[in-house]
């Protein structure tokens, strides 16, 4: 196993993950707040789930995310 292309290819991975994750809570919100459907001063309760099945890895992070 190559330690460096291994370190950049979970880099190159939870940064694709980051990104495309932000964006589509901001447009999920955008959506919300345009529909009048939220106040703008809510949070939510948020979960995400890391799976690769090849590995038997399920791991499930908690969070929030916050408007005001």
Do not use: C, W, Y
Not at 25 to 46: C, L, Q, R
């Amino acid at each position: 196993m190559d330690e460096e292309t291994f370190n950049i290819s979970i880099r190159k991975f939870l940064k694709m993950v980051g990104v495309s994750s932000q964006r589509e809570i901001e447009h999920a919100v955008a959506k919300a707040a345009a529909a009048n459907a939220i106040t703008g001063n809510e949070s939510f309760p948020a979960t995400m789930t890391l799976e690769i099945p090849a590995l038997g890895l399920n791991v499930k992070f908690d969070g929030e995310i916050r408007l005001q």
